[in-house]
């Protein structure tokens, strides 16, 4: 465990840089029942911050597993009327939405696929006012790690309990930023950070982009005429900057769902509520997924692409350079919060209404005309080698390299 | 900690014995996040009994302290509208509830009993269907305890975590009689060693009881004629057996709210809401409280007293005899769960309606008139010593001993 010294530095970034908490706005943090430590303290920041009323949320992935392992498929279309009536009601009343991960990576292995993702259908339609809180800039949101004993086993098997925690626990402040004099100051430079590229990106209006490496992809993406890349922080359309994913290294935007053409090879696992997908391809034909294959969880990559018509097809890509700070540290962290920030990525499903100009004021369809991919679900999976090439396709032809080696070019 | 067997044998005797869980039902559980461990066992032995779903509900103490500090009384007549609908909506599927007991008994101690106060009346108020399924049966509840190191530090401040751990834990097994062979045969013999004295006491038609110790104890309460003892297990309207205490010693009954005469001294600390009240006493004058005082904590016992109205009146007397096993260990759990369980006590506030004949068909108001006291509040007080003497008086004066020297007559 971390020096209480330095959990409750780590708290404060979360409330404080996070969420950038307002005197008289409210927080709602989940977590499991093992980060109650860090749950205190973030508390107490929120109250020291001001906050009018903070609710903790404690599971228990245990139970929860045991549920998945008891009950029937049918139980899972059924979402807690008590969970929705909490998750609108704080997203309603403008709370900040602080989600600490710390789930055993393995966790939900082996349970049935479709309990999965009927469960997060299930929620997805229940909590609304939740889901829109966050996807329409409504809602500060955060998601930060914490190390558990379960997943500290998983991404060091071969050390002791203690030990793998205390490795977990740094690489989880260091690739947080959370470690330093200041840590709230790190955070705005880092975000400032992220302004050139941003703005580099926005200013070529590039057409495509072409990705390609030794693993077998080669792949063009369709971008939107009005697309706009984004990444580091996020404003509220009341203003409020925040940092979503803490940690964050990558650039991401929504692509045209209608025009993605060749294959895909995946470069890390994907961890889909607790199970694992291991060396899996996908191919798309016409912005569709048209064929897929994994050499380990190819029912969970089945179940994640026939959620609906929408996951099969992209609402993300990312530009995230090799080499950055998380995936320096060298650890596969068996957690999307941490290894999507390590390589470039794509995702299947749902794509981000602020990723085109006006999006926010847009319902489903609209978005959907505009390019912006509908669906319940947003999966990342990982593509970024050390060999990737990414080249910006304008609408005149003219190619511009964007990433060389792994790299920005 | 007890071995994975012993706590794996008292999970299957709380939700087999103590809740009688019925195949299709559902089972509602609460508890502190430090007892995830025993959470764990009670949701896989439930669905084991077919149980049809099992909502598992956390809370962290050190967090809910941290709000009692922080937020203001106002604050605290609001109960969160999401656990209304979570506690409602599972007492109207005909849930058995279940509570895990272990908290710091001191973990409250300094907060403003105005807050505590307000939070329980909001509750009572937002939860009539949860409350009304357990006062007119309903609902199946059961309240057990589980040893966390806070409480365990508190019963025995001069060991060792570890071993104050273990001995608390060891009192909690052995007291809840979940230690033996078979401990649900032990607990229906239990069960029915309390129908012959309730049988008795039934026959007796007693118009009123005298309290009488050297502690200065000096009281007459009147009882209801219809009114009814009862001790051991319950049963709901639909005939459903279960243990709502475990342990249980407890042979009670709601007096006639309105003859009650006297003075009554504590013989030992109350705790509420993690509060202590020491060596207090209590006026009565016509059924109502009129003086009262204590060495410390006089003001917890004034905000008990003033909940309201029905707060100034007995809603309970119960008999236990000295020198039970949980007298017997000699340990001050500072629990009321237990401690009640190793005196004779009485309780300020709401009566029980089940004590009298066809009372769980009357409303609130047809219950008072009956004799049976309602207030929004329930708290338990010791009054039992090894030289309490308790004589039964019949309506034509004659009296008949029913304690002597602290036990049976």
Not at 386 to 395: N, P, R, S, V, W
């Amino acid at each position: 465990m971390p020096s209480a010294e330095a959990l409750k530095k780590y708290a404060h970034l979360l409330v404080c840089g996070g969420c950038n908490l307002q005197p008289g706005q409210e927080l709602y943090v989940s977590a499991d029942v093992t980060q109650a430590p860090l749950v205190r303290l973030i508390v107490a920041e929120a109250y020291a911050a001001g906050a009018s009323n903070v609710t903790s949320y404690f599971t228990d992935e245990q139970v929860s597993r045991i549920n998945y392992d008891c009950k029937s498929v049918e139980r899972f279309s059924e979402f807690p009327e008590w969970r929705a009536v909490l998750q609108n009601g704080v997203a309603e009343r403008g709370a900040a939405l602080l989600f600490i991960s710390s789930e055993d990576p393995m966790g939900f292995a082996g349970v049935d696929p479709k309990k999965l993702s009927a469960f997060q259908v299930a929620a997805t339609k229940a909590c609304r006012a939740w889901r829109d809180g966050m996807d329409f800039g409504r809602n500060v949101w955060v998601i930060a790690g914490a190390a558990s004993p379960a997943w500290a086993a998983r991404v060091f098997p071969d050390l002791p309990e203690e030990e793998a925690m205390e490795r977990l626990w740094q690489a989880i402040l260091l690739t947080a930023r959370a470690d330093g004099d200041d840590p709230l100051a790190d955070w705005r430079a880092h975000d400032e950070s992220f302004r050139d590229r941003t703005a580099w990106l926005n200013q070529q209006r590039f057409d495509a982009l072409r990705y390609r490496n030794s693993l077998g992809t080669d792949l063009v993406i369709g971008l939107n005429p009005d697309g706009l890349w984004a990444g580091g922080g996020e404003t509220t359309v009341s203003g409020q900057r925040f940092y979503p994913n803490m940690p964050t290294e990558e650039i991401y935007t929504t692509p045209d769902w209608r025009r993605v053409d060749g294959v895909v090879v995946a470069s890390m696992p994907l961890n889909h509520g607790g199970a694992l997908v291991r060396d899996f391809r996908v191919e798309f034909k016409n912005g569709r997924v048209c064929a897929w294959s994994a050499a380990e969880g190819e029912d969970i990559l089945t179940s994640i692409i026939e959620t609906d018509e929408g996951a099969h097809h992209l609402g993300e890509c990312a530009l995230v350079p090799y080499g950055n700070p998380i995936q320096r540290t060298g650890v596969l962290f068996l957690n999307t919060l941490y290894d999507e920030n390590a390589a470039c990525h794509l995702a299947l499903g749902r794509g981000f209404a602020e990723c085109v100009e006006g999006g926010r004021d847009l319902d489903a369809e609209a978005l959907k005309e505009r390019g912006i991919n509908d669906s319940m679900t947003h999966v990342d999976f990982m593509i970024g080698t050390a060999d990737l090439t990414i080249t910006g396709i304008k609408a005149n032809g003219e190619e511009v390299p964007v990433f060389v080696n792994g790299v920005w070019a």
